[in-house]
């Protein structure tokens, strides 16, 4: 297995784009993959932070915490009734206003998440290279980010989800700047091994 050393380049990757494809899923093994060939990986999203100021702005309406939905993904669509919206809709609503302030907020906020794990974790206290998992590439702004910080973009595919219309759903449907495309239509397992074939090509020296 190759290892990585600190010389290794560090490695930025964003999932896409559609929901219930499988991202969160994927993530969590290719943050596996990566560790076992040496990489510190993170993984981080665009919403998260903005889920994190809508439970504190909302909750006295009934809103959990990020985590919370994590482990009852069912009920991020039901209605809350204090509020007539589901939790969906109002990290949709609260997302696109904070957007239409500054289009670039939720981009700014996990550039600089990962500034803060670059300087918390200096080179003495890590020999070992960073490997950031984004989970959530949704807008064009989001993925034209990631190409700019050197990163892969990884397009995550189920031909049983459902689809939405709204803007987070659809806005990459013509994006074509992709690096690979994972199909998640077979099971846990294939999905598994094609994080692991990913992991290694990333990993792997380059020729030429």
């Known amino acids: 297995m190759q290892t990585a ?10 999932l896409g784009h559609r929901k219930r494809v499988g991202k969160d899923t994927f993530a969590g093994f ?17 919403a998260l932070p903005m889920k994190e100021q809508a439970y504190h702005l ?12 994590e482990a009852h993904p069912q009920e991020r ?25 500054c289009s670039e907020t939720w981009v700014r906020q996990l550039e600089e998440q990962m500034e803060d794990i670059r ?7 890590r020999p070992y290279p960073l490997a ?20 892969k973009l990884i397009k995550v595919t189920r031909a049983a989800a459902p ?7 659809c806005s990459l449907d013509d994006y074509k700047r992709w690096n690979m495309v994972v199909s998640n239509d077979g099971g846990l397992g294939d999905l598994k ?16």
């Open 119 to 125: 300087f918390a974790l200096n080179e003495k206290e």
């Open 193 to 208: 091994a094609s994080a692991c074939r990913i992991a290694k090509f990333l990993t792997s020296p380059k020729k030429g």
């Open 58 to 69: 909302f909750r006295m309406y009934g809103l959990r915490d990020a985590a919370y939905y």
């Open 77 to 101: 669509h039901r209605t809350l009734p204090r509020i007539h919206k589901s939790p969906r809709q109002i990290w949709i609503e609260y997302g696109n206003a904070v957007r239409a302030v």
């Open 163 to 169: 689809r939405g219309d709204d803007p987070a759903e």
């Open 30 to 46: 290719l943050e596996t993959a990566l560790e076992r060939r040496g990489y510190r990986a993170y993984r981080l999203a665009f």
């Open 5 to 14: 050393t600190l010389a290794s380049p560090e490695l930025i990757i964003g």
């Open 132 to 151: 950031f998992i984004i989970s959530d590439v949704r807008f064009h702004n989001e993925a034209d980010a990631v190409k700019c910080w050197g990163g």
